[in-house]
């Protein structure tokens, strides 16, 4: 058998020859490669990063009174209905939508009751809103409805 060197194998070991060399260069550049400290890392990300405030909408919910349970035992004959956050709609205007409920005894579903009807009217006027019952004394025969407008129109003609 002659030892004899066949061109694809020359070929082949300077192939790996030259990939040893990139290796090696490869390894001494990359000491040369600027390492990022913390302090930079922060200042960079700090940045980028913008502060995230709150909308006005989400500060106006957050300055709402919390909302109020009734027991289950709940009873009293409303006299006078108040209502707080009404900017859209005048409480003369939405009184027609509690005059049912007046002047007669009334249980916590009433009350719900009451709530749709004067979340209904604002609808019928093309208004998005919620209504509840915030924390309050009830021991004078009168109510206060808490209105949470959405100042986005529904989109639906006022009548």
């Known amino acids: 058998m002659k030892n004899s060197t066949h061109p694809t194998h ?3 070991l300077l192939l790996g020859a030259c990939l040893g060399f990139c290796q090696v260069s490869l390894a001494a ?4 490669v600027l390492v990022a400290d913390a302090g930079s890392l922060m ?6 990063i913008k502060p995230h405030l709150p909308n006005n909408d989400t500060l106006r919910l957050l300055s709402l009174p919390p909302p109020m349970t009734l ?7 409303v006299r006078r209905v108040y209502f707080l956050g009404n900017s859209r709609i005048s409480k003369s205007q939405l009184y027609p939508a ?9 249980v916590a579903v009433d009350i719900d009751k009451m709530k749709v009807a004067v979340t209904n009217f604002y609808r019928q006027m093309g208004w998005i809103v919620e209504v509840y019952l915030p924390q309050q004394s009830l021991d004078q025969n009168e109510l206060t409805l808490q209105v949470v407008e959405d100042l986005r129109h529904s989109g639906k003609p006022a009548r």
């Open 10 to 12: 020359s070929i082949t």
């Open 71 to 77: 027991p289950e035992q709940f009873g009293m004959t």
């Open 98 to 106: 509690v005059q049912p409920f007046l002047n007669r005894p009334l």
């Open 43 to 48: 200042q960079q990300n700090e940045q980028s």
């Open 29 to 32: 550049d990359s000491s040369s």
